[in-house]
């Protein structure tokens, strides 16, 4: 949660992973949002700022823009972001059958990712 005087202004949702190619942990930042009366107020630096001291181990930020965000774009640089010259690719999936196969898991097996987990080893064996 992003806060300004603690009144909520923004959040940042963050994934975290394992990467080979970067040697260690990373943290994809899924999603940055700043209410629009706030935003140029240096916010989104500070929140930048707030991560790296908060994971000092962490190999790598990531995070996608959308090419037309060019504000987004000129912070996200000069904070020390390169752009990779990679492709971006995705396949949606229809919840449904994943989210039936998952309703039929035991729920005592823990977590969420627990249950994603033991059903995704199960399906391979």
């Keep these: 949660m992003i806060e300004n005087h603690e009144k909520p202004i923004g959040y940042a949702l963050l994934s975290f992973t394992y990467s080979n190619e970067a040697g260690g ?3 994809l930042i899924e999603e940055v949002q700043i209410d629009s009366a706030y935003r140029g107020g240096g916010y989104g630096s500070k929140l930048f700022s707030f991560l790296e001291q908060e994971y000092p181990t962490v190999k790598r930020f990531r995070l996608e823009v959308d090419v037309n965000n060019i504000k987004a774009i000129d912070l996200y640089i000069r904070l020390g972001y390169k752009i ?8 949606e999936v229809s919840c449904d059958l994943f989210c039936s196969k998952l309703a039929l898991l035991d729920g005592k097996r823990g977590s969420f990712l627990g249950k994603i987990t033991f059903f995704k080893i199960r399906e391979l064996e």
């Design 25 to 27: 942990m990373g943290i």
């Design 84 to 91: 990779f010259d990679y492709v971006q690719m995705v396949k």
